[in-house]
């Protein structure tokens, strides 16, 4: 019974990927140097996987930026604007690819989420005439370097339907799928030279866990008997995860290939349906360590499922490995050596996940090393019993919840009436999304807090100036709704996070989002509740100084949730309606000290959606239920804002209607205020913010341009219910710029208003 891993981190246990690529951005190391450290991180990655018990070795998992973009430049998919000449793709190209290139004046190619994790892969770009052909060495150096020291080798790339489905088309519109005749003469190539050189070829095809249209059916047989005919004599395991295959079934089973794997974390129910209808010379790889949480596998429950499957299959066609590509784990728990003890002991990172796979390979063989296993259990237990992870009145409070609970009051347009006379706001109210440009300084003073170099009255002082300024600019810009700019946030999760019961941190919880860019996700290891306010003092402090009203910042539950680890020992919803309580007190608490317009940040919103269309209504029912819990029980007065980040909302409009915010501000500028089509068509009922000016880029729009979107959007969304704003938050931005670019708003918003009276 073989282990193995459909990936690992690349990123380093101590970022050195990370650090050596910046560098090499920076011009401080040469392109050799680079070369070199990613080579001895290969290197120590495959050695430590074998150390840990894994018996084949994965290469191809491996890369300077993103797989995606990686398979893009090995199959010659080079969009014309890098002006490629068609030889071996190098460096410069690869990066202007990845990040575009000012000087060069190429623009970076598209980047988006992976499926529903927070690691972004390169959008290959597809012309209808597109030419695919073998274009970079990468992956074959690797499989000879792995070759040094490993003689079992597995290949992985990205599988043909995976790489087609997740790219885009340029130019005149077309069905990407056209185009895999071409691709797939490539991958012959690909798969033919791997043949001799490594004894599996892991294709992953996620988007087998999506609906797939179903005339695909026949191509994806087609493809696969072809790769199958040129992998010989290597084996090709066919790789699937973040959810079930179990609805592709009829035709995946019949695929007459060496390997299938399955995600039995995410869908362990789909091993009943696949297992009665596997081919027979097929084997079936177990994914039964979660590669995308920080928590200990629950021995016990894998080893059973493992077993259920050996009694069908028997011992010889059953593989053990995580569920998805550890790349979405932290390296190295023994990193950590400020995590609460207690909690540290129910946690594994990617090297101790390969040592959970070897633990659970050997117990089904009758194997089992009783020390670990006896380990494992003792944690479970500890955690099942632990008191640190209960709190009983939080879970009253989740029990006694009731339905009014998530209603306002009165509807809309009432509410609309009496804020109306409370805040005495113009037609087209001018407001930003939150924070303001965070400043060397601001940074600063932040990190000696953190350090212990300040007294407490020093560090209030000196965030109290950072507060005091940003208000004075916003008077002097003549903004109509002010915020107090977040100089005490480092970040929107984890500022909350840190003052909520329930989290902890690592020191060293790296995971790669995108590029050369990790983040350090909190833990959700216990119920969560807010001991004392996290907010009101900063704010109440802002409101002191202005007679304009000041708008409340806080980050909504869902958010909170999806951008943590969460825990695995209750459902999300459970988690999330617990954080959603707490948001609903600092919300109370707000208000009671006079802060009548409270914005709700929830940008996560949509990521949160469940892959296959019939989970979707589920998650949108209790994610818009934790939003309301959080935010509704307010009196009519005060005005609730919601904030959202991204363009694509038709398929979420029904759940943004649901949340009933009064306002809502949305990104728009970017897509020329197109978004604003699917709002025609809703006819959505309260106001709304369309972001007129894209924060994401540092060149300050100008009037006339701001003046046109917002005319725009008169054109779509009643007046009365408009309001001016940038897209998002100001805080990457610079103090020259966002002052510019703010005075064009509120002067563009000034000039319509004009007109309209
Ligand atoms: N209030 C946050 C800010 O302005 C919102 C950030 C976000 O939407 N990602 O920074
Ligand atoms: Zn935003």
Not at 133 to 147: N, Q, Y
Not at 518 to 526: A, Q, S, T, Y
Not at 616 to 640: M, P, S
């Amino acid at each position: 019974m073989l282990t193995h891993t459909l990936g690992f981190p690349r990123i380093g246990r101590h970022r050195e990927l990370k650090k050596a690529v910046e560098s090499f951005w920076r011009g401080e190391r040469t392109a050799a140097d680079l070369t070199a450290t990613c080579k001895e991180l290969r290197i120590t990655h495959w050695k430590e996987q074998r150390d840990a018990g894994i018996d084949i070795i994965t290469v191809g998992d491996f890369s300077l930026y993103d797989s995606m973009l990686d398979t893009a430049a090995m199959v010659g998919c080079i969009p014309e604007r890098y002006g490629w000449n068609g030889e071996s793709v190098e460096l410069d190209t690869y990066f202007a690819m990845a990040r575009g290139e000012s000087e060069r004046g190429m623009t970076a190619m598209e980047m988006t989420k992976w499926f529903d994790t927070n690691y972004h892969y390169i959008v290959p770009e597809f012309t209808q005439n597109q030419i695919f052909s073998l274009s970079c060495e990468k992956l074959f150096h690797e499989i000879e370097e792995a070759r040094v020291e490993h003689k079992r080798v597995k290949a992985v790339l990205p599988g043909p339907f995976t790489f087609l489905r997740l790219g885009k088309a340029v130019g005149s519109p077309f069905d990407t799928m056209s185009l895999l005749p071409g691709l797939l003469d490539v991958y012959s190539e690909i798969i033919h030279r791997l043949s001799s050189v490594c004894e599996w070829i892991q294709l992953d095809e996620p988007v087998l866990a999506l609906n797939l249209p179903q005339e695909l059916v026949p191509q994806f047989r087609q493809a696969y008997m072809n790769i199958l005919q040129q992998a010989r004599p290597a084996k090709v395991m066919l790789s699937t995860y973040f959810g079930a295959i179990s609805h592709n079934r009829s035709f995946v089973s019949q695929l007459e290939i060496d390997a299938l794997h399955l995600d039995c974390v995410r869908a362990p129910e789909q091993l009943e349906f696949m297992l009665p209808e596997l081919a027979p010379q097929t084997c079936l790889s177990l994914g039964v360590v979660d590669g995308r949480n920080i928590w200990r596998v629950d021995a016990q429950k894998a080893i059973t499922l493992c077993e259920t499957a050996v009694s069908v299959v028997g011992l010889d066609r059953v593989m053990i490995a995580p569920s998805c590509s550890l790349l979405h784990t932290p390296v190295d728990l023994d990193e950590e050596t400020a995590l609460p003890a207690e909690v540290k002991n129910w946690m594994a990172f990617a090297l101790q996940k390969c040592r959970e796979v070897r633990m659970i390979a050997d117990a089904v063989r009758g194997h089992g090393d009783p020390v670990l296993l006896k380990e494992n259990a003792d944690a479970w237990e500890a955690r099942r019993n632990s008191t640190s992870i209960r709190n009983d009145i939080v879970r009253q409070r989740v029990e006694n919840m009731t339905p009014d609970m998530l209603c306002r009051h009165t509807p809309y347009d009432q509410r609309r009436t009496v804020q109306r006379a409370l805040h005495g706001l113009p037609l087209l109210p001018t407001t930003t999304i939150g924070s303001f440009p965070q400043t060397t300084e601001i940074r600063a003073t932040r990190s000696q807090w953190k350090k212990g170099a300040l007294s407490v009255e020093e560090y209030t002082e000196t965030m109290r100036g950072f507060i005091k300024d940003v208000v004075e600019k916003q008077e002097e810009i003549g903004l109509d709704v002010l915020v107090h700019g977040e100089p005490e946030r480092n970040d929107m999760v984890e500022y909350f996070g840190e003052q909520l019961d329930g989290f902890c941190f690592t020191k060293n919880g790296w995971v790669q989002s995108y590029g050369s860019r990790c983040v350090k996700p909190p833990v959700i290891f216990g119920d969560v509740s807010r001991p004392a306010p996290m907010t009101v003092e900063w704010t109440r402090y802002a409101r002191s100084l202005t007679q304009k009203p000041m708008k409340g910042m806080l980050t909504g539950p869902v958010t909170i949730l999806c951008w943590s680890f969460v825990r695995d020992d209750q459902p999300r919803s459970m988690t999330c309606t617990q954080i959603a309580f707490a948001i609903r007190d600092e919300v109370h608490d707000l208000e009671r000290s006079g802060v009548d317009i409270i914005q709700i940040d929830e940008p996560a919103l949509r990521e949160g959606l469940p892959l296959r269309d019939e989970d979707k209504a589920e998650y949108l029912r209790w994610a818009v239920d934790c939003f309301r819990l959080a935010a509704n029980g307010v009196d009519d007065g005060t005005q609730i804002h919601t904030h959202m980040c991204y363009a694509e909302f038709n398929e979420i409009l029904g759940a943004i209607v649901e949340m009933d915010a009064d306002v809502i501000s949305i990104e728009a500028s970017r897509s020329g205020m197109e978004l604003l089509e699917a709002f025609r068509e809703f006819q959505y009922p309260n106001e709304i913010g369309p972001g007129v000016y894209d924060i994401h880029s540092p060149r300050v729009p100008g009037v006339a341009e701001m003046e046109g979107l917002l005319r725009r959007a008169i054109a779509v969304i009643p007046v009365q219910r408009l309001w001016v704003n940038p897209d998002c938050g100001l805080k990457t931005r610079g103090w020259s710029e966002a002052h510019a670019a703010l005075k064009n708003m509120v002067e563009a918003a000034r000039i319509v208003r004009g007109s309209m009276i």
